[in-house]
Nanobody, 122 residues
């Protein structure tokens, strides 16, 4: 049983910044990776950024140079610093966790947060 709680969404002006946070809790033995996805109305959900247990990061081309993903291993949180926001960044952002469960440590599980709205508009 894993819980993901996202926070930090809201309204920002073009060129502004927002910082998203996702806190993971529950029966987690080890986190393999955490990431942020987003889904705009009428569009498919897409990967925004991810970070592995080895601190390998991956970004969508559309956010490279503007967004930064980071992880706090002590707090089991992942953050997404979003700078130079554009209207096209408007979407619901979802946190995704890939982890080994405490009860079965040799299988990967995925868990999703409920999503947080990010709106970029003037």
């Amino acid at each position: 049983q894993v819980q993901l709680v996202e926070s930090g969404g809201g309204l920002a002006q073009p060129g502004g910044s927002l910082r998203l946070s996702c806190a993971a809790s529950g029966n987690i033995f080890n986190i393999n990776a955490m990431g942020w996805y987003r889904q705009a109305p009428g569009k498919e959900r897409e990967l925004v950024a991810s970070i592995t247990s080895g601190d390998i990061t991956n970004y969508a081309d559309s956010v490279k140079g503007r967004f930064t993903i980071s992880r706090d291993n002590v707090k089991n949180t992942v953050n997404l610093q979003m700078n130079s926001l554009k209207p096209e960044d408007t979407a619901v952002y979802y946190c995704k966790l890939t982890y080994y469960a405490s009860a079965y440590r040799y299988r990967l599980y995925d868990s999703w947060g409920q999503g947080t709205q990010v709106t970029v508009s003037s």
